[in-house]
Nanobody
Framework: QVQLVESGGGLVQAGGSLRLSCAASGRTFSNYIMGWFRQAPGKEREFVARISGSGDSTYYADSGKGRFTISRDNAKNAVYLQMNNLKPEDTAAYYC????????????WGQGTQVTVSS
């Protein structure tokens, strides 16, 4: 298991940008597939993006394609979510999560960081 701590959320106007960060503990960070999820009030948690352990493979939900970019720095034990052209519907608590393989569930979760996009 890794310990995850998100940061970088805040209030931004529609069309603006934010960069979320997720700091991970542990010496085997590069072994983990990392994902970003979000949950808006009254809605279920939804997948946003994921990145492979090496960083050479990424995948996005349709909601973020072309606007969001997931990246990681294994030397810093960190994963990032760059969000551009934000929309009010992107308002949610954003969580990073880790899993060891595509066959495993996301077993480690951060506490979340709030993103609010005003119109």
């Amino acid at each position: 298991q890794v310990q995850l701590v998100e940061s970088g959320g805040g209030l931004v106007q529609a069309g603006g940008s934010l960069r979320l960060s997720c700091a991970a503990s542990g010496r085997t960070f590069s072994n983990y597939i990392m994902g970003w999820f979000r949950q808006a009030p009254g809605k279920e948690r939804e997948f946003v993006a994921r990145i492979s352990g090496s960083g050479d493979s990424t995948y996005y939900a349709d909601s973020g394609k072309g606007r969001f970019t997931i990246s990681r720095d294994n030397a810093k034990n960190a994963v990032y979510l760059q969000m551009n052209n934000l929309k009010p519907e992107d308002t949610a608590a954003y969580y990073c999560a880790a899993r060891l393989s595509f066959a495993a569930p996301y077993g480690s979760w951060g506490q979340g960081t709030q993103v609010t996009v005003s119109s």
